[in-house]
């Protein structure tokens, strides 16, 4: 049964067919360059997927502080990796890049926070 992609790997958007049941060089068509051909491949053999999310902060500006990922893991592996994150619980002050979690699942991502959280009390301007 042939799977149908659109290319996200440049502005071109390529329309992908691939076959999961093929292999070699037919197993993917209408990629219009090699970069494509690999994005089809690893979608068919190992989608993996980067995601954002947020963590609470006590004791800041901000109740929150956004996340994300360094680089994308096995689409499987999501749900265990947002449960070992929302796990965390972090006291301001909080700096952006400042790694959460790292080697997450020993997939060699690490979670990081994506902007800086102060040290304070959150007032109603800030809610």
């Known amino acids: 049964m042939l799977r ?3 290319c996200l790997v440049c502005p071109r958007g390529c329309v992908l067919e691939a076959d999961p049941e093929k ?3 037919g197993r993917v ?3 219009a360059c090699p970069k494509g051909l690999l994005y089809a491949t690893q979608e068919l053999d190992d989608p993996r997927r980067t995601f954002s999310t947020s963590v ?6 901000s109740p929150l502080v ?3 990922l360094t680089k994308p893991i096995p689409r499987a592996a999501i749900g265990e990796a947002l449960a070992l994150i929302h796990a965390i619980t972090l006291t301001a002050p909080v700096q952006a890049g400042q ?9 060699g991502s690490e979670a990081i926070a994506v902007r800086s959280v102060e040290a304070g009390e959150r007032t109603a301007e800030s809610l």
Do not use: Y
């Open 23 to 25: 292999s070699g060089d």
């Open 29 to 31: 068509k209408g990629a």
């Open 99 to 107: 790694v959460l979690l790292s080697d997450i699942l020993g997939l």
């Open 66 to 68: 956004p996340v994300r």
């Open 56 to 61: 609470r902060v006590l004791a800041g500006e």
């Open 4 to 6: 149908e992609f659109t």
